[in-house]
């Protein structure tokens, strides 16, 4: 089973999104390849912060890959790059995005940390994309380095600047994200500043959330009524984002894949703690049936289940790091 060794998946899923509906995942990088190290990050710290963009992995590497699984699926929502790391990193994700396209219909989306969109190449990359999802946590620079804390070289101004150019030009849906952490970015103050940098980058819509699921740093969600106040502050535009609403077993999407193996369950967690709903839903399986393969995935190792606010999660398992 490729949970010991084997050779790694760079597709996966489909998941359900709380904010793309059902998304079949692409990851373009080697585990935790990013400039930042949120602490709220569900793939724990991030070893080596780097700046350094190149092929980590290879476009036609992902788009075989990419096609193989297509045959397999109905009903995705969006083909989502995504993953271990800083999908901006790679050099070759405008290829990937542009033939992506080609193998299907299917809308492309691209999650990033937005770092980078100040990048000439990576601006251009994203062209391609109909969905960017970036996020801005901050507003203030010594915010910036309590949450994200980011590569030496990164500039917030330079950022939020990168982010509004960008938009300028970009006729694709911009959905910014805004993570709350409670004591961290949730003042005021705080608030009022990220709202002062959203007027700035006019995104299409701007998603406000909160870390529920488990990271390795302790980091509590912001309560509602803050949910409440920045929804407010931020305008029409702003949602607080809810749970993931498809369900495969409705119909509403599926992967038609005759048997759902224990590695395709695996490779879905090692990018995202999930809990066993979230697996019953992304595969369209009966609560049994995903328990079975959840048994299955635990005793193959490389997984563990955590308790975070009353829920079970299922994760990488920190201890030893398993390198992917
Ligand atoms: S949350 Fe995303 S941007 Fe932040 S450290 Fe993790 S992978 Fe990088």
Known sequence: ?????????????????????????????????????????????????????KAYVGSKEILDELSAALQGCRGIDFI?????????????????????????????????????????????????????????????????????????????EKIVAGLAAFRKRYKGKIWLEVMLVKGYNDSLEELRRIKACIDQIRPDRVDINSPVRPSDKKVSPVSASCLARAKALFGPKA???????????????????????????????????????????????????AAELLEEVLRAGGIEAVRRSGRVYYRGNRHPRRRL
């Not at 960017?132 to 949450?147: M, R």
């Not at 894949?257 to 879905?268: L, N, Y």
């Open 1 to 53: 089973m490729p949970l010991k060794g084997g050779a790694r998946q760079r597709v996966f899923g489909p998941v359900p999104s709380r904010r793309l509906g059902f998304s079949l995942g692409v990851d373009a990088l080697p585990f935790k390849t990013c400039d930042l190290d949120c602490v709220y990050c569900q793939l724990g710290g991030t070893p080596h912060k780097t700046l350094k963009r």
């Open 80 to 156: 989502s790059f995504s993953g271990s790391g800083e999908p901006t990193l790679n050099t070759e994700l405008g290829a990937m995005i542009r033939g992506a396209k080609k193998l299907s219909g299917i809308p492309v989306a691209v999650i990033t940390n937005g770092t980078l969109l100040w990048h000439p190449d990576v601006a251009r990359d994203l062209m391609a994309a109909d969905a960017v999802l970036p996020s801005l946590d901050a507003a203030s620079d010594n915010i910036f380095e309590k949450v994200d804390q980011p590569a030496r070289g990164l500039s917030l």
């Open 239 to 289: 949602v607080i984002i809810g749970g993931a609403k498809k369900d495969a077993r409705s119909g509403a999407a599926a992967r038609l894949a005759s048997k759902i193996r224990a590695d395709q369950v695996a490779e879905m967690i090692l990018r995202r703690p999930v809990t066993a709903e979230d697996v019953r839903r992304s595969f369209g399986l009966g609560p049994s049936e």
